[in-house]
């Protein structure tokens, strides 16, 4: 738990002395005594990188751009394909009223 009594934890920016600030202004770094004007930073350490690093394996592989991509062509029958031209009008569409629950 953090203890207030001791004002708010500080860093100062020339010496990087991590120090107490007693609720005082203007706040003096104790080891090199810098006038400190920042708030406290509470700087968090990243850790180090895993040793063994995987390469992530969704990367997608590069193509020349030189090569072709060929596109094979899709037979399509003409029964399959959808007349829209003969479809109902919006206007010949009819509402169900809803039921009330």
Known sequence: MKDFKKGAKRKC???STLFFDFN???IICPNCGTEVTSLLTNVSKRGRPPKNVKPDATTIPETNSDEEIKIDEIEVD???IVDIEN???VEEIVEVPKEEE
Do not use: G, H, R, Y
């Open 24 to 26: 005082k202004a203007p």
């Open 78 to 80: 003409e029964a399959e």
């Open 87 to 89: 479809d109902e009008s």
């Open 13 to 15: 920016p020339a010496c």
